[in-house]
């Protein structure tokens, strides 16, 4: 990833949040997603990995993404 990320949530899910995490647990960003699909800005965060999490309607999914 670069300065953003783009976050489609499965069909049937409008809303959520994404959260992003340095690899040390502090909480970075955190963005309400209002439609099935959007963009979210890193331009604030430095190069490295984060962990993220996307919750919508009590679904849940986490992974790892990487800032060049």
Do not use: C, H, P, R
């Not at 502090?26 to 997603?33: C, D, F, G, R, Y």
């Not at 699909?37 to 679904?59: D, P, Q, R, V």
């Amino acid at each position: 990833a670069t300065d953003s990320i783009s976050v489609t949530l499965a069909e049937g899910f409008k809303t959520g949040n994404v959260i992003l995490y340095t690899v040390l647990g502090q909480k970075v960003l955190e963005e309400k997603i209002i439609s099935q699909a959007s963009i979210i800005s890193m331009k604030s965060l430095i190069k490295g990995t984060y962990l993220y999490k996307i919750e919508s309607n009590g679904f849940s999914k986490s992974g790892k993404i990487v800032k060049q």
